[in-house]
C-alpha cells in the first residue's frame, strides 16, 4: 500500500518521535522514548513488548488520554488532542455500563452522538446479531460471561463507525479457549469493517494470529525493536497455528521478546541468572536474595 | 393487643418488599434464565417455551409440575421469613406484656409502663383523632421538606466534589468542619436563624439528612471505575451527558445508601427538634404526652415514630430497587 492510498483512505495512524515521562526530577519516569509508527488505514497492527514497556502508555496517547512528553500523535493528518468517537477503544477491563441492558450499552455512542431511539435500535441489533449475543441484548452485562462482555464491547466501539479500533490487552482476562474463539471472532469483525485496528497485547501467538504487521518493544523506556510484516494468507483459520510459516514466527519472535523480557527485570536478578535466583529463595521469601 | 396488629403490618411490608423486588429484577432475563426465577412471574417465561417442547410430551403437565415446585418452594421460604419475624417481633411484644403484668423491677422498672392493652385503648380513643392525625402529617411534611431539599443540594454537590478536584478543594473544608457538629446541636442556632418555627425544624431535619447524602454521593463517585468514564469519552460523551449517563447511574448505589442513611438521621434530628422546639408533630406529641403523665400515649407516639421511620425506610428500598434493576445481578448478589 502506497502513501498515497494511505492519505486517500481513512484511519492512517502515525505516531512520530513519541515520548513519554511521568513524574518530576527524582522520580521521573521514562515510559516511551522517540516511539515512531504508523498504522495504514485498513490495517491490523500489534504493539508487543514485555509488562511495563509503555505499550499501553502509547495507546492511551493515540486514544487521547494521555498527553505525550514529546513528539505527537496523528489520525489522518490531524493532532490527537482528546477521546473522540472517531477512534473506537476495548479495553483490558471490562468496561461495559453495569446500569445499563447488553443493547443500551451498545446504542451508547449512538446516542451520544444524537442518533434517534428507532435508528440506534437497529443498528445495535445488527451489531449484536453479528456478535452473535442477539439474544442477550436485554440482559444486564453482570449476567454475561467474560468473553461475552468483550465481544459486546468490540462491537460497542464499532456503534459509532470509528476510523480506527484501539485494543489494550481485550482478551488478557480471559481463559486461553475462550481466547482462541474471540481471535478468531476479531478477525472476523475486522474483515467485515476493513477499519484500522492498533492492538496491544504480550501474547506472541495472539499477535501473528491477528496481525499484518507487528511491531516489538523494548523494556522499559520502551523503544520499537523490530517490525516484522506477518505474510499469512487472509482470512486467518484456527489451523494455520500449526503451519512451518507461523511456527517461524514465533520462534523469531519470542528471541526478540525473551532479551526484553529479562532485561525489564531487576538488574539483580539478570546478573546472577535466573538459576541463581531459584537457589537463594529462603523461607524468608524473596526479600533475602537482596 | 394493639402489637399484635402492628407485628402483622411489620411482617408485610417484607413481603412486599420481595414481591417488588423480584419480578423487576427478573424482567430482563424473563427468557434465559428461568431457573433464577422465583416469583409470581414464573407464567410469562413458562409461556414463552410452551412451542420448544417435543409433540409426544404433553406441556401443560410438566408445565405444572414445575411450577407447583416453584411455588411450594417460595412459599416456603416466605413462611419461614414470615415466622422468624413473627418469632422476634412477638418476643419483643411478650417481654413488654410480662414486664408489665407482673411490674418486673430488676434495676429497670416497669411500675409506670403502660401495658400493651392501654397503648391499644389509647390508639383507638386518641389514634383516629383529628390532634393524633395532624401531628403525624405534620411531621411527614417536615421529613419530606427537609429530605427533598437535602437530595437536591446533596446529590449534585456530591457529584461534583466527587468530580472535580478544585470544588472539593473549595467545599470539602467547610462540609468536614460543619459534619461533626450534631444536627441536634443546631436547634438553638436554628431558632435564631430562621424566621418561624416551621423554617427552623425543616433545617434541622435537612441538617441530618444533607451530609449522610452528600458523602454517600461523593464516595459513589470516587468508588465509580475509571475505566467506565474513559469508555464514555471514547464513545463521544460530553462532560454533560458524563454525568448524566455515567456518574449519576454509576453512583445510585452509593447515593441511595445515603438517602437510607440520611432518612434515618433526620427522623432522629426531627423528633428531637420537634420535642425541644416543636409545637405539632409526632416527637411533640411524645414530649407532651410525657408533660402530662400520659403515659400510654408516650408508647403510642414511639411506636407510631417507628412506623413513620419504617415506612420512609421501606419506601426508599422499593424506589431504589425500581431505579436500579441491574444490582440484583451485580457480584456479591443482592443488596
Redesign the interface.
Known amino acids: 500500500m502506497t502513501m498515497a492510498m494511505a492519505e486517500a483512505q481513512k484511519g492512517f495512524i502515525d505516531v512520530r518521535n513519541m515520548g513519554v515521562t511521568f513524574g518530576a526530577n527524582d522520580n521521573k519516569v521514562v515510559a516511551v522514548e522517540s516511539v515512531s509508527l504508523n498504522v495504514q488505514p485498513g490495517e491490523f497492527v500489534s504493539l508487543i513488548g514485555p509488562s511495563g514497556c509503555g505499550k499501553s502508555t502509547l495507546l492511551s496517547i493515540v486514544?487521547?488520554?494521555v498527553k505525550p512528553t514529546s513528539g505527537e500523535a496523528k489520525l489522518d493528518g490531524k493532532a490527537i488532542t482528546?477521546?473522540?468517537?472517531d477512534?473506537?477503544?476495548v479495553?483490558q477491563?471490562y468496561?461495559l455500563?453495569?446500569?445499563?441492558?447488553v443493547r443500551k450499552n451498545v446504542e451508547?455512542?449512538l446516542?451520544?452522538?444524537g442518533v434517534d431511539q428507532s435508528k440506534r435500535n437497529t443498528t445495535a441489533r445488527a451489531l449484536l446479531d453479528l456478535a452473535g449475543l442477539l439474544?442477550?441484548e436485554?440482559?444486564?452485562?453482570?449476567?454475561l460471561s467474560g468473553g461475552m462482555k468483550q465481544r459486546i464491547g468490540i462491537v460497542?466501539?464499532l456503534a459509532?463507525s470509528p476510523q480506527v479500533l484501539l485494543m489494550d490487552e481485550p482478551f488478557g482476562a480471559l481463559d486461553t479457549q475462550t481466547r482462541v474463539v474471540m481471535q478468531e471472532i476479531l478477525t472476523n469483525i475486522w474483515q467485515q469493517f476493513k477499519i484500522s485496528v492498533l492492538f496491544i497485547t504480550h501474547d506472541i501467538e495472539e499477535s501473528i494470529f491477528l496481525s499484518d504487521r507487528i511491531y516489538v518493544m523494548t523494556a522499559r523506556p520502551g523503544r520499537i525493536k523490530a517490525e516484522i510484516k506477518v505474510p499469512l494468507p487472509r482470512p486467518r483459520k484456527a489451523e494455520m497455528t500449526d503451519t512451518p510459516e507461523f511456527m517461524n514466527l514465533v520462534q523469531e519472535l519470542k528471541g526478540l521478546i525473551r532479551e526484553e523480557s529479562l532485561a525489564a527485570m531487576a538488574p539483580e536478578i539478570k546478573d546472577r541468572g535466573l538459576s541463581g535466583f531459584g537457589m537463594k529463595v529462603g523461607p524468608k521469601g524473596v526479600g533475602e536474595i537482596f | 393487643m394493639g402489637n399484635m396488629a402492628s407485628a402483622k403490618v411489620v411482617v408485610l411490608p417484607m413481603i412486599d418488599k420481595q414481591t417488588d423486588h423480584e419480578p423487576a429484577a427478573v424482567k430482563p432475563s424473563a427468557t434465559q434464565d428461568v431457573a433464577a426465577v422465583a416469583s409470581p412471574n414464573t407464567p410469562a417465561p413458562a409461556a414463552a417455551e410452551i412451542p420448544v417442547p417435543e409433540p409426544e410430551q404433553i406441556p401443560t403437565v410438566s408445565l405444572t409440575k414445575v411450577l407447583r415446585r416453584l411455588l411450594a418452594q417460595i412459599t416456603r421460604e416466605r413462611i419461614i421469613t414470615a415466622a422468624l419475624a413473627c418469632v422476634s417481633l412477638g418476643a419483643l411484644f411478650l417481654f413488654w406484656y410480662l414486664g408489665t403484668k407482673y411490674r418486673l423491677e430488676f434495676y429497670i422498672r416497669f411500675k409506670n409502663v403502660p401495658t400493651p392493652y392501654e397503648v391499644f385503648q389509647q390508639l383507638t380513643q386518641v389514634g383516629l383523632s383529628n390532634k393524633y392525625l395532624v401531628n403525624i402529617a405534620i411531621s411527614v411534611r417536615r421529613i419530606l421538606t427537609g429530605f427533598f431539599i437535602a437530595i437536591a443540594i446533596g446529590v449534585p454537590l456530591g457529584l461534583a466534589i466527587g468530580k472535580y478536584q478544585r470544588v472539593r478543594d473549595l467545599f470539602m473544608p467547610v462540609v468536614e468542619v460543619l459534619r461533626p457538629i450534631p444536627a441536634i446541636a443546631w436547634v438553638p442556632m436554628s431558632i435564631m436563624l430562621w424566621p418561624n418555627n416551621e423554617a427552623s425544624i425543616v433545617f434541622i431535619t435537612f441538617i441530618g439528612a444533607f451530609f449522610p447524602i452528600l458523602l454517600n454521593t461523593i464516595h459513589g463517585v470516587h468508588s465509580l471505575d475509571g475505566v467506565l468514564i474513559r469508555a464514555a469519552r471514547c464513545l463521544g460523551a460530553s462532560e454533560f451527558r458524563l454525568f448524566l449517563n455515567v456518574i449519576l447511574p454509576g453512583s445510585l448505589p452509593h447515593i441511595f445508601t445515603g438517602l437510607a442513611v440520611g432518612m434515618g438521621v433526620a427522623w432522629v434530628s426531627l423528633i428531637a427538634a420537634e420535642m425541644i422546639s416543636g409545637q405539632f408533630g409526632v416527637g411533640y406529641f411524645t414530649w407532651e404526652a410525657y408533660s402530662l403523665v400520659d403515659y400510654p400515649a408516650i408508647v403510642l407516639g414511639m411506636i407510631t415514630i417507628g412506623f413513620l421511620g419504617l415506612a420512609c425506610s421501606g419506601i426508599i428500598r422499593m424506589v431504589g430497587n425500581l431505579l436500579m434493576p441491574w444490582l440484583a445481578f451485580a457480584p456479591g448478589g443482592k443488596r
Open positions: 486514544a487521547g488520554f482528546r477521546p473522540g468517537s477512534r473506537g477503544v479495553f477491563q468496561s455500563f453495569p446500569w445499563l441492558s451508547f455512542g446516542k451520544m452522538a439474544s442477550f436485554n440482559h444486564y452485562p453482570d449476567q460497542r466501539a459509532t
